[in-house]
């Protein structure tokens, strides 16, 4: 790669872009011109010639004096602060702030000497304003008057930290799609949810239950099995609804009901890739029937009609998308061009000819918001502390609901992604729209804090995947390859800031997803602010590159095991993860080194267990002790063969080091209850491998229903040993464990 001329380095880092950044190796890596080209257009700033790009940099340098306020301030709360106006030279100036409860006051102008400056052909000057530090929470306005010219500024003022309670507890972590029960029509549902809840927090002494995103896919076939690739973030998919505890069901014909029901529930004893497309069909048949029913019962069309009224239009927006998809097709880019338009009059008055149908998308989404609220209350009447902790995904289908009502605040021409990390070594594109942050910020950051108080209702806590594209993100051009990207910045005061305030109004806790290539300081600064980090055992390392004594994790973290994108911990101590990747040729080193790096560390891992008196020293002799040249199979084998009778007990160890460290809160993922071995997704790949379809089974492969891992021995085992927190553990240093 060629240096960046310096007017592109400037123009790059005026509007956030960084030209540099650290591998996941460490090296020093320099982002290309056609990158930051690309990255720049996707922010509408024109730079593909040099005098185009000098052009874009002397408007970027005058951009805030061409402004009478900001767009936006963030205040931490019991902070003072200041504002500049800017005006013509000499000119008077008053800025009064207006509270969101409609209090206004007059900001008092400050003493402060800034040199004017010439912009378009006249002086502009600055005149500064002090905000008081007794501003309260929450989204208020400066407005600014000078002359014949006023403005107004979106003003949030933000906790500085989210206080966290003082507990230690811990919960299970879960696909809900693939925990199946008796009752469930074909997949997971939300009865199942609460069922869970219920269960592992009353038997169990469970505080929680982390679920995988339950945003809302497209209604129409084949239905996206990613939950982490949805159409709506702000709505639910309504594929979770438990048709059996729909009111409205209750007064269609049984027979009918049950003749529908009976080839679901057929479905939850065979171990095949889940099927959503005929789940959905087959849910779908009766809830448009008992459609039907609501206009008859005038109490629950009194709720029905309150619940529109307060969802406003953002609901009405994505009721209408779903059918327009149903009319249309997808993707909606290919729609007419009057109907790619939200606000056009073509698509209001196809509101108004398809009424029945766009309110029938909006009923389901009153179902999804009473079915979620019962699984919340069971946890907590379980004596969960926390209850439903939900997931909110990286971003949203190009193709989905939120891309076309939120398309004015999307960047167009990049995708979001990541550079090559340890366990996708070629980067990644993930095909998702970023906010624009420019437009974003301009609406107020709207979108984005409607989009996180959704998530945030309904549920005791949120996990924020990839957690880290608060401060950056990996942008990666349409036709460009996932490692010809750039980073882009964020302001993260003010995405982290209205994530804080959210989760403070809804009393909820926040866990940030924050592995992979993250900057040193970003993982500090959360802790800070009272966001739990995710800490993964098997990513624990120290800088000698052993496994990370216990007392030396996180206080402040929820820790676990395994993740959604490794095999279950049983997969993973049989090398599941490097032959999977070897099959799929997603690694860069040969298979070899790969097996060989993979087994060191497992191994040290056994050996950190001994040594902390977490498993026998014998298993881990049997396992770890090399048989003669010539007399066995090949390497993988032996190894495999070795660790087999012991993966029970070794799940068990590595559960136990868990709840040895100091962290706070301990995620059990639910497949490791039973043994299960097969990952629900391997990043990189889409229909290479079934993810996301994969239901849940034990170590041969048979389906586990909910019913029977709620009578399992197993489950209780591993609650005691994560929610007892009283085992005795010796704590080897680094030193000690290079010695084992």
């Not at 990370?548 to 049989?574: F, I, K, M, S």
């Not at 190894?639 to 059990?668: C, K, M, N, Q, S």
């Not at 997704?681 to 034990?698: A, S």
Request: aromatic share 8%; proline share 6%.
């Amino acid at each position: 790669m060629t240096a960046l001329d310096p007017v592109l380095l400037d123009l790059a880092h005026a509007h956030g872009i960084s030209t540099e950044f650290y591998d996941w190796l460490g090296g020093d890596c320099e982002v290309a011109a056609d990158a930051v080209i690309a990255v720049l257009a996707a922010l509408g700033v024109e730079a593909s010639t040099p005098e185009a790009a000098a052009q874009a940099l002397a408007a970027a340098r005058d951009a805030s004096w061409r402004q009478l306020l900001p767009t936006y301030l963030i205040v931490r709360a019991g902070a003072a602060a200041q504002v500049a106006a800017h005006v013509p030279d000499g000119d008077p100036v008053t800025v009064e702030i207006e509270t969101e409860d409609g209090e206004r006051r007059e900001l008092k102008q400050l003493m402060v000497w800034v040199d004017p400056r010439e912009i378009g052909g006249r002086l502009v000057g600055v005149a500064t304003f002090e905000i008081p530090d007794d501003v309260p929470l929450g989204y208020h306005y400066l407005h600014a008057k000078s002359g014949g010219g006023s403005a107004s500024a979106q003003l949030i003022v933000v906790p500085d930290r989210l206080e966290t309670p003082d507990v230690r507890g811990w919960g299970f972590m879960l696909q809900l799609y693939a925990v199946r029960s008796r009752s469930s029509w074909g997949t997971g549902d939300l009865h199942d949810l609460a069922r869970l809840a219920s269960w592992s927090g009353g038997e169990l002494g469970a505080d929680f239950v982390l679920v995988n995103p339950l945003h809302a896919a497209a209604p129409i076939a084949p239905m996206e099995p990613s939950p982490y690739f949805p159409s709506s973030r702000r709505f639910v998919n309504p594929i979770y609804l438990c048709v059996d505890d729909v009111p409205e069901v209750g007064a269609l014909p049984a027979a009918e009901v049950a003749a529908v029901a009976a080839p679901m529930l057929a479905r939850n004893g065979v171990d095949e890739d889940l099927d959503r497309d005929a789940v959905w069909a087959a849910k779908r048949t009766v809830l448009e029937r008992a459609f039907a029913v609501t206009a008859g019962d005038a109490r629950r069309r009194s709720g029905f009609e309150q619940f529109v009224r307060a969802e406003g239009e953002s609901l009405t927006d994505f009721a209408t998308w779903c059918a327009l998809a149903e009319r249309n097709g997808l993707p909606w880019h290919e729609w007419p061009a009057e109907l790619r338009d939200p606000r056009s009059v073509t698509v209001a008055a196809f509101r108004d000819t398809e009424a029945a149908l766009v309110e029938f998308y909006s009923w389901l989404q009153w179902l999804c918001s009473e079915q979620l609220e019962s699984a919340q209350l069971a946890g907590r009447e379980a004596g969960m502390r926390f209850g439903i902790l939900h997931d909110l995904a990286v971003g949203v289908s190009p193709d989905g609901a939120d891309a076309w009502a939120l398309q004015h605040v999307l960047a167009q021409g990049v995708t979001v992604g990541a550079p090559a990390d340890m366990y996708n070594q070629q980067g990644q594109r993930w095909n998702l729209p970023p906010w624009r942050p420019d437009a974003l910020a301009a609406s107020g950051f709207g979108p984005f804090r409607d989009l996180v108080r959704a998530s945030l209702r309904r549920g005791g806590g949120l996990r924020v995947d990839h957690m880290i594209g608060l401060f950056r993100q990996w942008w990666v051009p349409d036709g460009a390859s996932p490692a010809d990207g750039a980073y882009l910045r964020f302001d993260h005061e003010a995405l982290v800031g209205i994530v804080l305030l959210e989760a403070q109004r809804a009393g909820a806790v926040l866990v940030g997803e924050d592995l992979g290539n993250v900057e040193w300081w970003v993982r500090d600064y959360l802790q800070a602010r009272g966001i739990f980090g995710t800490s993964i055992l098997w990513f624990e390392h120290g800088d000698d590159g052993l496994p990370r004594p216990p007392q030396l994790w996180r206080e402040l973290c929820l820790a676990t095991v395994t993740t959604h994108d490794l095999p279950p911990a049983a997969g993973y101590l049989t090398g599941e993860h490097v032959e999977l990747r070897a099959e799929l040729g997603l690694l860069e080193r040969s298979v070899d080194t790969e097996r060989a790096d993979d087994e060191a560390d497992r191994v040290a891992w056994l050996r950190a267990l001994d040594h902390a008196g977490l498993l026998d020293s014998a298993v881990v002799t049997a396992v770890t002790t090399l048989p003669e040249a010539g007399t066995v199979p090949p390497r993988r084998d032996n190894f495999r063969t070795r660790i087999e009778p012991h993966v029970e007990a070794t799940v068990d160890a590595l559960h136990a080091y868990l709840a040895a460290t100091p962290a706070r809160l301990l995620g059990v993922y639910l497949p490791d209850v039973i043994g299960d071995r097969r990952p629900v997704n391997q990043p990189g790949t889409v229909d290479e491998y079934p993810n996301w379809r994969v239901p849940m089974t034990d170590s041969k492969e048979r389906p586990v229903l909910l019913d029977d891992l709620m009578t399992s021995p197993a489950a209780r085992r591993l609650a005691h040993v994560v929610g007892g927190r009283t085992r005795s553990v010796t704590v080897a240093s680094s030193v000690d464990q290079a010695r084992i």
